[in-house]
């Protein structure tokens, strides 16, 4: 059987609001405890709820690796985010055309804190709207941070395969 490398997604949704904030940021703080004492990355959703997410883990999580999954914030939510030591995972919203924030953000981000993702099967990249999202597609995010960052296609997805292992394999 594989160890777990990773407790998430765990995090706060104040968009769909479901469960009353007190309670999501309980169980928030439960996750970051559970990771804390194994040791492990967590890995956070963060939906309208920034500033409640950055209290919490400064708060609580200060020693582990935090992944800031589908980052959807602009630089001063990043900056946050990286004071507390956090990698900003990028996926499909970066490709879309309104998105030109999160491509201002992503110059923003230093290279051995980026990291690309899916969110399978959720948000596509832009050439792929509308359809399911695959893994194969990561390849458009790997293409946008290139050309955002004036490097090749391959430098990119060498650095962020470097930085997952440096996170994921504890």
């Not at 992503?106 to 709207?129: A, G, I």
């Not at 050309?147 to 296609?153: A, D, N």
């Amino acid at each position: 059987m594989q160890d777990a490398v990773a407790i998430g997604e765990i995090g706060l949704d104040y968009f769909r609001n479901l469960s009353p904030k007190n309670a999501q940021i309980e169980a928030f703080i439960m996750g970051l405890d559970l990771a804390r004492r194994h040791k492990l990355p967590a890995i956070i959703h963060q939906r309208d709820a920034s500033r409640d997410v950055i209290t919490v883990i400064d708060k609580h999580s200060r020693d582990i690796p935090i992944v800031f999954h589908c980052f959807s914030e602009g630089i001063d939510c990043a900056r946050k985010c990286l004071d507390l030591g956090g990698y900003i995972g990028l996926g499909g919203p970066l490709t879309y055309p309104r998105n030109g924030y999160l491509r201002d953000m992503l110059k923003f981000v230093p290279p051995d804190r980026l990291l690309v993702e899916t969110d399978c099967p959720w948000l596509p990249p832009q050439s792929k709207r509308g359809r399911r999202n695959e893994p194969a597609y990561i390849i458009e995010v790997i293409e946008t941070i290139a050309e955002v960052l004036g490097q090749t296609p391959s430098e990119i997805s060498k650095l962020t395969f470097d930085n997952a292992v440096r996170v994921f394999a504890n």
